[in-house]
């Protein structure tokens, strides 16, 4: 299902029981994306979600550099003495669960070497622990960003549950820019909603159920729920 199927369902829906109700895509979407994070992070030992494969997407060619200074790993950084590198830019938004963001793997771009993700803590007490595997090569995620202390490598990919469908990559790793004249981007709405088949009406009944609550509270006479803020597409 495409995010503009999802919105249109809910829309007709919540028309039945308020015909005059007027929303606006940004808002049934944005109770969408907020309703299917604490869904999956529910949800997620049940659904078996590594075996859904259909739901992970691969992010290839993200440039890694030397973290700097300013950094908010700095403090990490003085404390194991050594140079940290971190991806040049943040990774897009991925699903999470109790353990922290869903990655199902960090690799080069050759899969020649793959490094094993943890958070700031559990990577400082596996760094420090003399009975662990001190040829596997570890990362964290933070703050949005990959960070590999001790390990310079120039690209690395990675395979997780995003939030969004990404737009395709051309293999030389430059993205498409231009969506109006490349046929590989999608318009926004016209992207798939990445969640698992089975949870997509339990969103949509959380949805339907927010909005009534909100719809009610309206002063009379009114019937708009942010008609100015529409997602273009």
């Known amino acids: 299902m495409t995010k503009r199927e999802a919105i ?14 007027i929303l606006s895509n940004k808002l049934v979407w944005s109770l969408v994306e907020k309703h299917s994070k604490w869904i999956i992070h529910r949800e997620r030992e049940k659904l078996k979600i590594f075996q859904l494969i259909n739901l992970f997407q ?15 790993c700095c403090d990490l950084k003085k404390e194991l003495k050594c140079k940290i590198y971190r991806t040049k830019n943040k990774i897009p938004e ?6 922290g963001p869903i990655i199902k793997g960090v690799f080069s771009l050759d899969f020649s070497t793959e490094f094993k993700i943890y958070n700031p803590k559990e990577y400082k007490r596996v760094s420090n622990d003399i009975f662990s595997n001190k040829n596997e090569l ?11 202390p001790d390990k310079h ?3 690395i990919q990675i395979e997780a549950m995003f939030i969004d469908e990404l737009d395709e990559e051309t293999s030389d ?9 490349d046929s590989k981007c999608k318009k926004y709405l016209d992207k798939k909603w990445i969640i698992p088949d089975r949870l997509q009406a339990m969103v949509i ?4 159920k927010e909005l009534s609550s909100v719809y009610i509270k309206l ?3 009114s019937h708009e729920i942010n008609k100015n803020e529409n997602i273009k597409g």
């Open 8 to 21: 249109s369902q809910i829309k007709h829906q919540f028309k039945k029981v308020n015909a005059d109700a």
């Open 58 to 72: 691969t992010k290839p060619c993200i440039e890694v550099i030397e973290a700097p200074l300013i950094d908010s």
């Open 94 to 99: 991925i699903y999470s669960d109790f353990s």
């Open 138 to 148: 570890k990362g964290y995620f933070y703050n949005s960003y990959l960070y590999f």
């Open 153 to 155: 490598i120039d690209k």
């Open 173 to 181: 790793c430059s993205p498409c820019k231009d969506c109006e004249k």
């Open 205 to 208: 009944g959380e949805v339907l």
């Open 219 to 221: 002063p009379e006479g």
